[in-house]
């Protein structure tokens, strides 16, 4: 299954995001306040894949503007792992309509996969196969790829901070 998307002009400044590990989860968090009056849905979305992995992502008024990394699949560690140099700024809506009342999360049954430079500062998640995309960056340090087919196809988090060690008392 995939999630539908839909890229749009950035109006305004570019947000921030910081991202945040929880020491004893494992989770890493991140979101931005999202900017859209037009509606759409307004809460989660979880990717999950058939080994356990879980992603979710935070939607607002049909704007991705964060996601909490919650059950990783397998790291690898890339040596050179780069953003790509050619982005579009702006947002990627995966809703076009408002949601029906009382709906505010929804899962997708997918495949994740995820890559990090050695320093471990920069995470691709990437959803799926490898395919053609247009990457769009829609914060700081947060990148969404959107495929040709209009589905969201990964995720670049840029800027995250060490995992915070364990004082072992």
Same mark, same amino acid.
């Given at each position: ?25 494992? !989770? ?16 989660? /979305?979880?990717?999950?894949? *058939?080994v356990g992995s879980v992603?979710?992502?935070? /939607?607002s008024d049909g704007v ?37 009342? #009382? ?10 996969? /995820? ?11 990437? !959803?799926?196969?490898?395919? #053609? ?33 364990? *004082? *072992?008392?």
């Open positions: 299954m995939t999630l539908a998307a839909h890229i749009e002009p950035l109006s305004g400044k570019l947000p921030a995001v910081s991202w945040r590990w929880d020491p004893e989860t494992d !989770i890493l968090s991140g979101a931005f306040k999202a900017s859209r009056k037009v509606g759409g849905l307004t809460g989660t /979305v979880e990717l999950t894949d *058939d992603a979710v992502l935070d /939607v991705i503007c964060g996601i909490d990394l919650v059950v990783w699949p397998e790291v690898n560690t890339v040596p050179g792992l780069r953003v790509p140099a050619q982005l579009t700024e702006g947002r990627v809506v995966a809703a076009k309509r408002p949601s029906r009342p #009382g709906i505010t999360s929804m899962e997708v049954d997918t495949s994740l996969s /995820v890559r990090t430079d050695p320093s471990e500062t920069t995470f691709h998640l990437r !959803i799926g196969p490898t395919r #053609g995309v247009e990457v769009v960056r829609v914060a700081d340090h947060f990148f969404i790829e959107v495929d040709q087919e209009g589905a969201v196809a990964g995720f670049w988090l840029t800027g995250v901070p060490p995992f915070p060690a364990f *004082d *072992d008392e």
